[in-house]
């Protein structure tokens, strides 16, 4: 997936910079958990030099959010307490920023971009002290191989996600890979983050244990729907997205059975439908528009890898008049998880 599964770069219209109206909102409301994540670390006993890492920042206006909050936070901290602000490895450019924000006397840090999956090793054994990532671990790193084996697929008829019509074998599918995937995820961290390091991980999720609630699926049937009314069959049977929204129990479950951290908080935060815009309750109609601009700038890398660019436009905007011409509304669920490294 590393390849195709990209945001929308730039500055245009259709750009994810101009679409994360909605991530932004998500994660400013996140922010007590990270506070509080950073306070208590901030109590215990600090190191000369802390490494940070924020993976899966995205581009955009988003980006430097919780990194210079992070810091922020750490040194005013330790300016409260009488201690010297340790040196800072972060991982975005933007020191000239933090001075201005925090005073000439802040720093020195130091900054690195590190590529690569975080489905992979990124970082030396326990070298991180506090890792972040916003809106990224309902990304998979893969479609579950189960719907793509050319021997024998396991067909989800018209659909391109989990839907109340798909069989039982495509729902533990996707369950299993991302139970995978999380896991993974869990147990390179571990390897990389020094004992009593801390993580705040936000990700789409859902509040009912059914993986095939409205409140997971009902913008993937849309854009299925899309797809159905402009695409050959044989097309969209075999495109799937590599997505999934957790609920909260599945998350305590795999923390636990992989063993190397303990939760320390897990909240849920909820959208209104129409948040897209930012908070304006807007008609159905500007709402859907928003929605098309946003789904696109997340999907069209993804897209364009299998049915070409030529499809984009056409398909956003009948995504546009699907969702104008129907009634259901759901919240915008984020899972907020704070975790300390155990010994």
Same mark, same amino acid.
């Given at each position: 997936?590393?390849?195709?599964?990209?945001?929308?770069?730039?500055?245009?219209?259709?750009?994810?910079?101009?679409?994360?109206?909605?991530?932004?909102?998500?994660?400013?409301?996140?922010?007590?958990?990270?506070?509080?994540?950073?306070?208590?670390?901030?109590?215990?006993?600090?190191?000369?030099?802390?490494?940070?890492?924020?993976?899966?920042? &995205?581009?955009?206006?988003?980006?430097?959010?919780?990194?210079?909050?992070?810091?922020?936070?750490?040194?005013?901290?330790?300016?409260?307490?009488?201690?010297?602000?340790?040196?800072?490895?972060?991982?975005?450019?933007?020191?000239?920023?933090?001075?201005?924000?925090?005073?000439?006397?802040?720093?020195?840090?130091?900054?690195?971009?590190?590529?690569?999956?975080?489905?992979?090793?990124?970082?030396?054994?326990?070298?991180?002290?506090?890792?972040?990532?916003?809106?990224?671990?309902?990304?998979?790193?893969?479609?579950?191989?189960?719907?793509?084996?050319?021997?024998?697929?396991?067909?989800?008829?018209?659909?391109?996600?989990?839907?109340?019509?798909?069989?039982?074998?495509?729902?533990?599918?996707?369950?299993?890979?991302?139970?995978?995937?999380?896991?993974?995820?869990?147990?390179?961290?571990?390897?990389?983050?020094?004992?009593?390091?801390?993580?705040?991980?936000?990700?789409?999720?859902?509040?009912?244990?059914?993986?095939?609630?409205?409140?997971?699926?009902?913008?993937?049937?849309?854009?299925?729907?899309?797809?159905?009314?402009?695409?050959?069959?044989?097309?969209?049977?075999?495109?799937?997205?590599?997505?999934?929204?957790?609920?909260?129990?599945?998350?305590?479950?795999?923390?636990?059975?992989?063993?190397?951290? *303990?939760?320390?908080?897990?909240?849920?935060?909820?959208?209104?439908?129409?948040?897209?815009?930012?908070?304006?309750?807007?008609?159905?109609?500007?709402? *859907?528009?928003?929605? &098309?601009?946003?789904?696109?700038?997340?999907?069209?890398?993804?897209?364009?890898?299998?049915?070409?660019?030529?499809?984009?436009?056409?398909?956003?905007?009948?995504?546009?008049?699907?969702? *104008? *011409?129907?009634?259901?509304?759901?919240?915008?669920?984020?899972?907020?998880?704070?975790?300390?490294?155990?010994?």
């Amino acid at each position: 997936m590393e390849p195709v599964l990209s945001r929308k770069g730039g500055t245009g219209e259709e750009s994810y910079a101009n679409n994360s109206k909605l991530q932004s909102t998500c994660l400013s409301l996140s922010m007590p958990v990270l506070k509080q994540a950073m306070l208590s670390f901030c109590c215990t006993d600090l190191l000369e030099t802390i490494t940070i890492a924020d993976l899966g920042c &995205a581009s955009g206006p988003n980006t430097f959010i919780a990194v210079s909050e992070i810091i922020s936070i750490m040194y005013k901290k330790c300016c409260e307490l009488g201690r010297s602000p340790p040196e800072f490895q972060s991982l975005t450019a933007f020191q000239e920023k933090l001075q201005q924000e925090n005073g000439p006397k802040f720093g020195p840090f130091f900054t690195a971009g590190v590529p690569g999956s975080f489905y992979g090793r990124l970082f030396p054994s326990k070298t991180l002290h506090f890792v972040h990532s916003f809106s990224s671990l309902h990304w998979l790193s893969q479609v579950p191989p189960e719907l793509v084996d050319k021997a024998n697929p396991v067909i989800n008829k018209g659909k391109i996600f989990i839907s109340r019509t798909s069989p039982a074998a495509v729902i533990d599918s996707y369950v299993t890979q991302f139970r995978k995937d999380f896991t993974l995820f869990l147990k390179l961290r571990s390897e990389e983050i020094a004992p009593k390091g801390r993580m705040v991980l936000t990700l789409r999720g859902r509040t009912t244990p059914d993986p095939t609630s409205d409140q997971s699926c009902l913008l993937w049937d849309y854009l299925g729907q899309a797809f159905q009314d402009l695409v050959a069959k044989e097309m969209l049977d075999g495109y799937y997205t590599p997505y999934y929204e957790p609920c909260p129990e599945e998350i305590q479950a795999e923390v636990e059975k992989e063993g190397s951290f *303990a939760v320390d908080r897990l909240e849920v935060v909820a959208l209104p439908w129409d948040y897209v815009n930012g908070g304006i309750n807007y008609d159905r109609a500007l709402t *859907a528009k928003e929605m &098309a601009k946003a789904m696109r700038a997340v999907n069209e890398s993804m897209i364009g890898s299998h049915f070409g660019a030529d499809i984009m436009d056409r398909l956003f905007h009948r995504f546009m008049e699907i969702m *104008a *011409a129907n009634i259901m509304e759901v919240e915008h669920v984020r899972l907020v998880v704070s975790l300390i490294r155990n010994a």
